[in-house]
């Protein structure tokens, strides 16, 4: 009969326990567990809020209420099919871009190699407007979008330009030489040729914005500033669809993705296939992120905050993905309802809010490692 064996060491600023029954062990960081725990509550305290807050406050017991249908008709429909969606988005989309944001800057060993300093976002931006441009024939953004539009064509043009993006980055930036014949990366030029990639793209946006016909560039602007107004049940479907998909995918390959944070001599010592895993990391993050701006356009700074924070609450070593996609789904909620009640009878652009914080946060960032890269 196998007997259960709980040891508990030091390592480092945190304590690590490993639960071991017969010859199965299973180890874990209780600092780790804890932080993810208080995260997933303050994104449950926040999605309540978002429900409950608009133009019309809707007490917490009405929230529940209208979320099981026992209310009144009328804040039954506010709260399943108006505030719901929206706070549903705002969750996926902060998960998505908190992961994608965590696994580039582990591949990439920057802290500043965000999928929206990289130009990634950017580059969905452009696929996204470029559709719009090209097929919109129907109300987007304000109006509600067209269902067929919304689920299918946006999210392949912003995922596809995502791609395209990445790939300009990644071939043009990398460099040969590391381990063996693989291609390893220079950070300090990927994030040069991310910059001028991202400038690149922003001009056809712009480009795209001022030749187009009137109407449709004005449905793309409203896309293209981050906002999170008048998503519905449409939005939900896709993002919820590539996160079922991607977030098991970034999950199981999260071993291989510490070891990457070591660098690639270290990630091959230990028997990973560094370029295989190079690749499949940054297509699950660059997917991420074209669907995170094909559902609420691009909303910038994210990816690049939350992994930062979530790393430095956990204080563990590896890569936080499951902290950095809670953190990432915290800070969309809460600027969010910053955005809807910062100023009254006005609602902001999400993406602005988060602009406004993480614009500084980067400025900071650079000033910090400016010494030492």
């Not at 208080?38 to 809020?49: D, G, I, M, N």
């Not at 936080?320 to 600027?335: E, F, K, R, W």
């Not at 910062?342 to 609602?347: D, K, L, Y």
């Given at each position: 009969m196998s007997t259960r064996e709980v040891v508990l060491t030091r390592s480092g600023p945190s304590w690590v326990a490993r639960v071991r029954r017969g010859s199965a062990s299973v180890l874990f960081r209780p600092r780790a567990v804890?932080?993810?725990?208080?995260?997933?509550?303050?994104?449950?305290?926040?999605?309540?809020?978002g429900v409950a807050a608009?133009?019309?406050?809707?007490?917490?017991?009405?929230?529940?209420?209208?979320?099981?249908?026992?209310?009144?008709?009328?804040?039954?429909?506010?709260?399943?099919?108006?505030?719901?969606?929206?706070?549903?988005?705002?969750?996926?989309?902060?998960?998505a871009l908190g992961l994608s944001g965590a696994v580039v800057q582990a591949v990439t060993r920057n802290p500043i190699a965000a999928p929206d300093v990289l130009g990634v976002t950017a580059g969905a931006s452009f696929g996204g407007v470029l559709v719009l441009l090209a097929l919109g024939g129907t109300t987007f953004g304000y109006g509600g979008a067209a269902a067929e539009l919304s689920q299918i064509a946006v999210p392949l043009g912003a995922i596809a330009g995502a791609f395209v993006a990445a790939a300009i980055v990644?071939?043009?930036?990398?460099?040969?030489?590391?381990?063996?014949?693989?291609?390893?990366?220079?950070?300090?030029?990927?994030?040069?040729?991310?910059?001028?990639?991202?400038?690149?793209?922003?001009?056809?946006?712009h480009w795209g914005l001022a030749t187009g016909d009137v109407d449709q560039a004005a449905k793309a602007a409203v896309w293209l500033v981050g906002s999170l107004h008048g998503r519905g049940w449409e939005h939900v479907t896709g993002v919820a669809t590539a996160l079922l998909v991607?977030?098991?995918?970034?999950?199981?390959?999260?071993?291989?993705?510490?070891?990457?944070?070591?660098?690639?001599?270290?990630?091959?010592?230990?028997?990973?296939?560094?370029?295989?895993?190079?690749?499949?990391?940054?297509?699950?993050?660059?997917?991420?992120?074209?669907?995170?701006?094909?559902?609420?356009?691009?909303?910038d700074f994210v990816a690049l905050l939350a992994p930062q924070i979530a790393k430095r609450l956990v204080r563990t070593p590896g890569v936080?993905?499951?902290?950095?996609?809670?953190?990432?789904?915290?800070?969309?909620?809460?600027?969010d309802l910053l955005a809807r009640l910062?100023?009254?009878?006005?609602?902001l652009p999400v993406g602005a809010v988060t602009a406004l914080v993480g614009a500084p946060y980067l400025l900071w960032l650079v000033i910090r490692s400016g010494g030492t890269r």
């Open positions: 804890g932080v993810s725990l208080a995260l997933f509550a303050l994104v449950l305290v926040l999605f309540c809020a608009g133009t019309r406050v809707i007490p917490l017991d009405d929230v529940l209420s209208g979320l099981a249908g026992r209310a009144d008709h009328t804040t039954v429909l506010t709260v399943q099919q108006f505030r719901l969606p929206r706070v549903m988005v705002a969750v996926m989309v902060g998960a990644l071939v043009v930036g990398g460099s040969h030489g590391g381990v063996g014949t693989h291609r390893t990366f220079s950070t300090q030029r990927v994030v040069l040729v991310g910059i001028i990639c991202h400038a690149a793209f922003i001009g056809l946006v991607l977030l098991p995918i970034a999950l199981l390959l999260g071993r291989r993705l510490n070891a990457l944070a070591l660098g690639e001599p270290s990630a091959a010592t230990l028997g990973v296939p560094v370029a295989r895993t190079q690749v499949g990391l940054f297509v699950v993050a660059f997917a991420l992120t074209g669907t995170a701006a094909a559902a609420a356009g691009p909303v936080p993905l499951v902290a950095s996609a809670l953190t990432g789904s915290a800070m969309v909620l809460a600027a910062a100023i009254p009878g006005v609602e």
